[in-house]
């Protein structure tokens, strides 16, 4: 279950809001699921109207009103709590047990007899346009008394409440939380423009695909039918993101580069737009970078930091990856510094030399031995496991921005396997978890449209590639992130085997057999300390509830001479 938390400071404009029709029209009979005492002796599970809204968001505001107190980031709390489209549908009757325990978890009720209870009301409306079923859930933050309710790290008290929550109601529990990994969301604008690009890019490729065969008479895309237009468009916004575009390139030179200065200017041979962010004062201390793709012309270059890019793509995390040294650090900076200013790179490296046969021969027994020793590594050892997701990530994202026109099989196994590696803190560093070999994978794979080699060292090295996928797909499975194996295995392997079976095969001195690893077999995760202390809280509140007699007749709210506004205008515009 996800939570997603906003504040605000117009009531009203929520509650009309959430019985509207939303912004795509998918809203659809609107009504409450839950509410404070009072409400839901005042209002049944009948649709809502825009005058019924107004009339909840003035007996939500009434204590704000009453007593004339001014919140800081706005009194509306709202947050909206949603379950993936493959959970289904759950009644009225668990979405309200659902936000009535949430209200509890957040402290938003009477804690016990010890606190006067905020004024809040759940509503439901329908599936979202992607299919997922959710409800949303305002707090008036003004107490009944003229208090004010804490929200002092509500986000993070939000997350522990809906693991909680799962625990109780049997939800799938979210994988991403027990393995303390998760990746960026997109802002509305973002996605926008990732739906317009996902729509020119699948267009353009049914037209190339009409014109191959010879279908003269196929329909054009306009003629299309909506379903089968937003069929093909849906299977290309993944790929097709901008930001993970961007992050592909990125992770393939940075697990290609052996040193900082290297990782620079495969990014600028790559056509990227490299800029760094130095520390106050300075401009030879590099604490950050941000890279654009080259824009069309007459539009401005989109900037992103490593960070947004991924959690693994921050230079701090990146550098844990090359050797820290004086002569490493001055190179560094004098490359950072030509690409912010837009000249010649001070020093080729490698990155402009051919490999020769014996480096793939010798990279691919490297690679041999290093899953051989994966076979020891447990499965709890998350920090190994991420290392080693992010290095493979990277090669095949170096190997796809090498070979792939458009993004193909090896960027969608590469993005999906770089899931892994989003890890909260950093992980082991490269030398240390013995991956360095996967680092010179990538080196090899990135000159493959460069080499003269051709496909069969490359059909040797995907072998190897494979085993590595297949490693991290056991310690996932073993682990019981059973979604997130399953992504490994239909998004990242099945791809991969395609690549695979498309290359010549290579001879038997370099062909290996992929392993038949056993797979540990663990308990279920247990919840980490605080969310188990809300589990059990919400339990035993449980199980005196019924003993306690709470009055359905609204607390009198004695109105408060009006004071004087220091901050015009903040009764006004949309809730943020």
Not at 245 to 269: C, I, N, Q, W
Not at 369 to 395: I, K
Not at 451 to 465: F, K, N, S, Y
Not at 565 to 573: A, F, I, L, S
Request: hydrophobic fraction near 35%; glycine fraction near 8%; aromatic fraction near 4%.
């Amino acid at each position: 279950m996800i939570p997603h938390i906003v504040r605000g400071d117009r009531m009203a404009g929520l509650m009309t809001y959430l019985v509207g029709e939303g912004r795509h029209n998918e809203h659809t009979e609107p009504h409450l699921v839950a509410g404070d005492a009072a409400m839901m002796a005042w209002h049944d599970d009948a649709e809502l109207g825009r005058d019924s809204a107004l009339a909840i968001a003035r007996h939500l505001d009434r204590p704000r009103a009453g007593f004339g107190v001014e919140v800081q980031g706005g009194h509306v709390w709202h947050c909206s709590l949603s379950l993936r489209a493959e959970e289904g549908l759950r009644t009225d009757e668990e979405w309200g047990a659902i936000a009535r325990d949430f209200v509890t978890a957040m402290e938003f009720d009477d804690h016990d007899g010890t606190k006067a209870p905020c004024r809040w009301v759940a509503v439901r409306h329908g599936v979202s346009r992607n299919g997922n079923d959710h409800i949303h859930i305002a707090v008036s933050l003004v107490r009944d008394d003229g208090t004010k309710a804490s929200v002092h790290n509500d986000f993070r008290r939000a997350q522990i409440a809906a693991r909680a929550l799962e625990a109780k109601y049997g939800l799938e529990q979210l994988e991403s939380a027990t393995a303390e990994r998760g990746t960026r969301g997109f802002s509305p604008a973002e996605q926008a423009r990732v739906e317009d690009r996902a729509r020119r890019i699948a267009q353009r490729k049914y037209e190339q695909d009409q014109a191959r065969r010879g279908l003269t008479a196929a329909p054009t895309w306009d003629r299309l039918s909506p379903q089968e237009r937003h069929a093909r468009i849906t299977a290309e916004v993944r790929l097709n993101v901008p930001r993970n575009d961007l992050a592909r390139r990125v992770r393939g030179a940075a697990t290609a580069s052996e040193s900082e200065a290297e990782f620079v200017r495969r990014m600028r041979r790559e056509g990227l737009l490299v800029r760094p962010r130095y520390a106050d004062g300075r401009t030879d201390v590099i604490t950050g970078y941000s890279v654009a793709a080259r824009p069309e012309v007459g539009q401005r270059p989109i900037w992103y930091g490593g960070g947004h890019l991924g959690r693994d793509l921050t230079l701090p995390r990146l550098r844990d990856g090359w050797p820290d040294t004086p002569t490493g650090a001055s190179e560094a900076a004098g490359e950072w510094g030509a690409a912010k200013r837009g000249r010649r790179v001070v020093a080729p490296g490698r990155e402009t030399r051919e490999p020769s046969p014996e480096q793939w021969q010798r990279q691919n027994d490297e690679l041999h031995a290093l899953v051989e020793r994966l076979r020891s590594v447990p499965v709890q050892d998350r920090d190994t496991w991420a290392t080693v997701a992010r290095q493979t990530a990277g090669a095949l994202s170096a190997w796809s921005t090498a070979t792939e026109e458009t993004p193909g099989d090896l960027a969608a196994a590469a993005e999906a396997l770089s899931r892994s590696a989003q890890t909260y803190r950093r992980t082991v560093p490269p030398d240390k978890a013995g991956t360095v070999a996967i680092s010179g994978a990538a080196m090899l794979l990135a000159s493959a449209t460069r080499g003269g080699q051709g496909t069969v060292p490359q059909a040797a090295m995907i072998r190897q590639l494979l085993r590595l996928t297949q490693a991290v797909h056991d310690a996932a499975q073993a682990a019981q992130q059973a979604r997130h194996a399953r992504l490994l295995a239909e998004d990242t392997r099945a791809r991969l085997t395609r690549v695979r079976d498309a290359l010549p095969a290579p001879d038997a001195r370099t062909a290996v057999a992929a392993p038949g690893a056993a797979t540990a077999v663990l308990e279920r995760p247990q919840l980490d300390p605080e969310a188990q202390a809300v589990l059990e809280r919400l339990r035993a509140s449980q199980a005196h509830e019924a003993a306690r007699a709470t009055s359905p007749v609204p607390t009198t709210i004695e109105p408060q001479p009006v004071r004087q506004r220091t901050t015009p205008g903040t009764e006004r515009g949309p809730e943020r």
